[in-house]
């Protein structure tokens, strides 16, 4: 299988093309401002070299564009959240947590209904069809296009969703709806929130899987195209259309599933060494592991599923403080190659160190001739230092792990770390996070209360709704594998109730390419 | 009644309170956050609420006693609604046929901290600097209440689709547990409720006093030091009396339910000084235990707190997981627990360890922590 991976990131879009699982070429070219442009460039280099005028079965993007849009409150629409549970909930409303200027910009209208239901499945209330007719006749006379729908324990039971979405559709045929439930778990805000920002990137996530068809189509590949999501697997473009949310985390999740594929190695640590930070997170079967807690997205909570990384100030264009001979937190980032000493600038960073060091061989040497070598010794050493600190802080277990160095930056990490037991340096380890993309695989996921089972039947009747899940996403039966088992019993309800959390994922079937996704 | 003085809680007050009760929690209780969302809005239309001292209750003052009940994880579902709340507490007012002076909460750990607030916001009366826990504990009857043999009923439970219940008289705390627990299941596993109306001598002999205000000075010094880059738990520590017990990475989470609770037990390998070393902390939604290579070193009701080593936020038992990096602490338990009649209701042996209780503060004991 030939695959074409393509990292669209905020400096540099990295595109890589892998033959089976192996690298066969790698390009660099700037991000652009209509980001298409800047594919076509990474494709067009790409189709320069003759292994990739070769067919190829699928080109796979991963992109912060949709994460990049909420925190910098560009390209965003107004909606109308539909919340369905009352009396219940009545006092917190939609969009009562967030932050207040992008809660203004995008808070089109608000409509709460009687429904939804309790955690026995009982009903709260009755749906209200009546109002939710009412609703949606209003959102077609206010003009508004694009409709989150939450309704009480959805992901235990969709149906109020769902008929809210038949009503909607019958009404006001045109309009985008997401559903919470195919987004989140259990807590009603986050998810309510995660079908929120979901509804406000509709357009952006139809122009810009648009604009990465035209650029895959210009560029003379035809093969169906893919976005890589937070949890390293892919969706379809149609999918992602529909959910852009699920791609927010893709950039730090397609560089540890990169650094996985490069090195090998399904359960390690790995340090992404950028220009400005280091990401640093811990891999399980060859995924990262997620953050549990609740993750904050341009200042709104949510339960994404999230990569748990820690970064640190901590790269190849950090200050070094000459006086105490402190790296970071401060960078010059992209202007390295104006600002850092070896390009001619006055700064001297992280990168001037390293050259100095003999570490590196970039830039005027002759500028950094003047550098004590104690300062060297000094600034490597605390660089060395915040490495030790913050890898042993995300490593899970005791005892030493290997570490996987990738990123431009990467030259930082010193040959010995203590709790450490092996520095892996890998071929295209600065392309990681394309590789990542090209190797993303399809997961289904189940999250749900399970009552009087025992907590086998439960795990068991668990895997089999994700294992549909994924199938039906386009993942290979046969390669299906179970990423994560969390179960938790729930306290205070009666039943022996258990909330069981299941992940699985598979290879991509090549073939079926146009299977509805559950 | 005598004009007693009142504080006006300013919503940055209400801020450090959420943060406070959630260390004062004990790893239950469940997370003031929705309590918080509320409060926000109730002051943003323009409710404030007053705070009086316990002290200032006259004898034959009726105070009432709220709780959010049920399971934390449904309340993640159904929100909090502060109007729920303040119904309970009017239907004990319409049962009874009184009018309350003020309100408190039964905990002040956890949610159930922010719960009298949004009663009295919407009631406007104003809470009573004081609880029946001072922390958060697992069933009705491990409260300063019991201990003290007052009466255990009546108690309301609202739900807001209209139904509206009344244990009108039970023999026991025991019973009340029992009783309101089946009631509060029917309505969904939450119902707002209010407990036995006190009058105001009996908060003054048997509730734990200023806890509200200790919440609050916790939450604030914890906030204050993360803002100055400080260490949160050095300045708890120090302003509370506290004890660190132990720093490291949670190693192991063992969960599962029993009898309609939370129980199990994690495993905390450490780091820095106690490195080389082991701590388990046993829970029953709360932190009960905590076991150090085999021996007990803190148990209830001392409280036992599990924080996050960077922030100082506390970390819950449905939530800590593989990997935090924690502190574990020890805060002094209010007298009336640690009494040889409290002991009976929240000491280790009601919990079902055959321990005798020795306080991580009891001097006499502290050569061996």
Known sequence: MRRIGIDVGGTNTDAVLLDGDKVVFTVKRPTTMDVTSGILDALKALRADPAARLPVDAVVIGTTHFINAVVQRRHLMKVAAIRIGMPASASLPPFCDWPQDLAERVRGEIFMLEGGHDYDGRPIMPFDTAGMRAAARHIRDLGLRSVAVSSIFSPLDPSCEIAARDILQEICPDVAVTLSHDLGRIGLLERENAALLNAVLSDLAVETVAAFRNATAESGIDAPLFLTQNDGTVMQAETAIAFPVMSFASGPTNSMRGAAHLSGLEDAMVVDVGGTTSDIGQLRHGFPREANAVVEVGGVRTLFRMPDLLSIGLGGGSHIDRASAKVGPLSVGYRLTQDALVFGGTQLTATDIAVAAGLLDIGDHSRIARISSDLIGAALADATRQLEENVDRMKTEAGDAPLVAVGGGAFLVPEKLAGVSQIIRVPFGDCANAVGAAIARVSGEADQIFRDLTRDEAIAAALQIAERKAINAGADPDSLKTIEIEDMPIAYLPGNSLRVRVRVAGTLDRIETSREVA | ?369
Request: aromatic content about 6%.
């Open chain 2, 1 to 369: 009644m005598s004009a007693a003085p009142l504080t006006e809680i300013n919503l940055d007050d209400i801020e450090s309170l959420a943060v406070g009760a959630w260390i004062l929690g004990t790893g239950g209780g469940g997370s003031p956050y929705l309590g918080l969302l509320n409060l926000r809005q109730l002051y943003a239309q323009g409710h404030r609420v007053q705070l009086m001292s316990p002290l200032d209750l006259d004898d034959d003052d009726r105070v009432a006693v709220v709780s959010n009940m049920g399971a934390p994880l449904v309340g993640q579902e159904r929100l909090a609604d502060s109007r729920n709340i303040a119904r309970a507490v009017e239907m004990q007012q319409e049962f009874g046929g009184f009018k309350f002076r003020a309100v408190m909460s039964v905990e002040i750990g956890g949610g159930n901290g922010t719960q009298a607030l949004m009663a009295a916001a919407h009631l406007g009366i104003p809470i009573v600097d004081a609880d029946c826990m001072g922390r958060a504990f697992p069933e009705a009857q491990m409260t300063s209440v019991a201990i003290g043999g007052l009466k255990p009923y009546p108690c309301t439970l609202y739900d807001p689709r209209g139904i509206e219940a009344i244990v009108t008289k039970v023999p026991s705390w025991k019973w009340m547990e029992r009783a309101s627990r089946k009631i509060c299941v029917e309505m969904g596993s939450i119902a707002s409720t209010s407990k036995a109306p006190r009058t105001g001598r009996e908060v003054k002999d048997w509730g734990i006093h200023f806890t509200t205000t200790a919440a609050i000075r916790i939450g604030r010094l914890v906030r204050e030091a993360n803002r100055l880059h400080a260490d949160p738990i050095a300045a708890l520590l120090e302003s509370e009396g506290g004890k660190r017990l132990f720093t490291g990475k949670v190693v192991d989470v063992a969960r599962r339910t029993t009898e309609g609770f939370l129980r199990g037990s994690i495993a905390i390998e450490g780091i820095d000084d106690d490195r080389g070393s082991r701590l388990e902390l046993s829970f029953q939604n709360e932190w009960i235990v905590a076991w150090r290579e085999g021996k007990a070193i803190a148990m209830s009701p001392d409280l036992i707190c599990v924080l996050e080593s960077v922030s100082g936020h506390a970390v819950g038992t449905e939530t800590v997981r593989y990997g935090q990096r924690v502190t574990v602490v020890a805060l002094p338990a209010p007298p009336v627990l640690t009494s040889p009649r409290g002991l009976e209701f929240v000491g280790p042996r009601a919990f079902g360890y055959d321990l005798d209780f020795r306080s991580v503060f009891d001097e006499r004991s502290s050569a061996g922590v």
